[in-house]
């Protein structure tokens, strides 16, 4: 068995991470021979939740989890760690403006990113959960400038996967049939969830492609798109709380991919820095299709883009530029 790996949550007394912690702890990301350290971070006030998180993990009596580091300090949160699931975010109150909730998030993911820095292991992967997370990832991997560009990613697996769901429940398959569903842009009602390139594995040995298994373009621009765009708030309606379960295996699902790679033939969704692919807008964080190999993501190429993909990929580019301006113009930058 090799030497245990530090691995940071933060926001660690959160919803999302109480599903989370269990999965990483028990092998679920990092694989069943990789022994961790798990740190983490959270706010003073939430010390005493922290706590009882804290004790169950103890009482969950895992094997390959060999030390647990909860605190309020950054610089201990991110002390050498190799993996970084930034959850920890101010969440929208009562009365807020969306501009306001950027401003206290922007501020709280530089703090994060200086500490990342100074702190962390160079190879760091860092998987911003917390929103407005794209702009998130960019503010922070901003202020971290001695750690890679292509090491700060952001969340939009949680789109994927909800989105493969859609397809397979439409087609009556298990959803582990339906592949290379892609998420574009921002991870918010601009996203743009894609099935035109999209695969179902139908019978034995046969592959086609979702278009042709669905055959109803009208129901896959439409009902198809809006229902992923709006999953996370019709979540909210039914269960009074955000996605938290879901979330948490999306976020496992994003990390465990980097470090293990995607399966040949299929590519996964991830915010990461656009270098311009496909037309959308450089220098933000935007969702892209991507094969992994030796933890290292690639944008895949020659996906066709059609008049109608065209127009969504430049809506929610155009949100996310409008995003970095706010961003930037908070911290002055
Ligand atoms: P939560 O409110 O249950 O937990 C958030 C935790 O973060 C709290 O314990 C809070 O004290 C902590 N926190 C706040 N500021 C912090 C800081 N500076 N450092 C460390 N910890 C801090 O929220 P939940 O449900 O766990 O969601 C977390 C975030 O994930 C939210 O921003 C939510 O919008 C986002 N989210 C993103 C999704 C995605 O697909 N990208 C999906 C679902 C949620």
Request: charged residues 20%.
């Given at each position: 068995m090799s030497e245990p790996i530090r691995v940071v949550v933060t926001g660690a007394a959160?919803?999302?991470a109480y599903s989370l912690l269990y999965m990483i702890a028990k092998g679920d990301v990092f694989g069943p021979n990789q022994p961790l350290i798990l740190h983490l971070l959270d706010i003073p006030p939430m010390m005493g939740v922290l706590e009882g998180v804290v004790m169950e993990?103890?009482?969950?009596a895992l094997p390959l989890l060999r030390g647990v580091?909860?605190?309020?300090?950054?610089?201990?949160?991110?002390k050498d760690v190799?993996?970084?699931?930034?959850?920890?975010?101010?969440?929208?109150?009562q009365g807020m403006e969306r501009k306001d909730l950027l401003a206290a998030n922007v501020k709280i993911f530089k703090v994060q990113g200086e500490a990342l820095d100074?702190?962390?292991?160079?190879?760091?992967?860092?998987?911003?959960?917390?929103?407005?997370?794209?702009?998130?990832?960019?503010?922070c991997s901003r202020y971290a400038p001695s750690i890679p560009k292509e090491n700060f990613t952001a969340m939009t697996r949680l789109d994927q996967n909800r989105a493969q769901a859609q397809i397979a429940t439409r087609l009556h398959v298990p959803v582990a049939d339906v592949s290379n569903i892609v998420i574009w842009?921002?991870?918010?009602?601009?996203?743009?969830?894609?099935?035109?390139?999209?695969?179902v594995h139908m019978e034995k040995g046969k592959d086609v492609t979702v278009r042709e298994a669905v055959g109803d373009?009208?129901?896959?621009?439409?009902?198809?798109?809006?229902?992923?765009?709006?999953?996370?708030a019709a979540v909210i309606n039914a269960r009074k709380m955000s996605s938290a379960m879901s979330a948490a295996k999306a976020a496992g699902d994003h990390m465990r991919d980097w470090f293990h790679g995607t399966a040949s033939g299929r590519f996964v969704s991830m915010g990461v820095l656009s270098d311009g692919s496909y037309g959308a807008p450089k220098d933000v964080v935007f969702s892209f299709p991507v094969v992994i190999k030796n933890?290292?993501?690639?944008?895949?190429?020659g996906l066709q883009i059609d008049d109608f993909a065209r127009k969504m990929l430049d809506a929610t580019g155009k949100e996310l530029e409008e995003e970095r301006t706010e961003a930037l113009a908070i911290i002055g930058a």
């Open positions: 959160g919803q999302i993990l103890a009482d969950c580091v909860p605190t309020a300090e950054p610089a201990e949160a991110f190799v993996a970084a699931f930034l959850v920890g975010a101010m969440p929208r109150k100074t702190y962390a292991n160079k190879n760091v992967k860092v998987l911003v959960v917390g929103n407005p997370a794209n702009t998130n990832a960019l503010i842009g921002n991870h918010s009602s601009t996203q743009f969830p894609d099935a035109s390139h999209g695969k373009d009208a129901w896959l621009r439409s009902v198809f798109v809006e229902t992923v765009q709006k999953r996370g933890k290292k993501w690639e944008i895949v190429k």
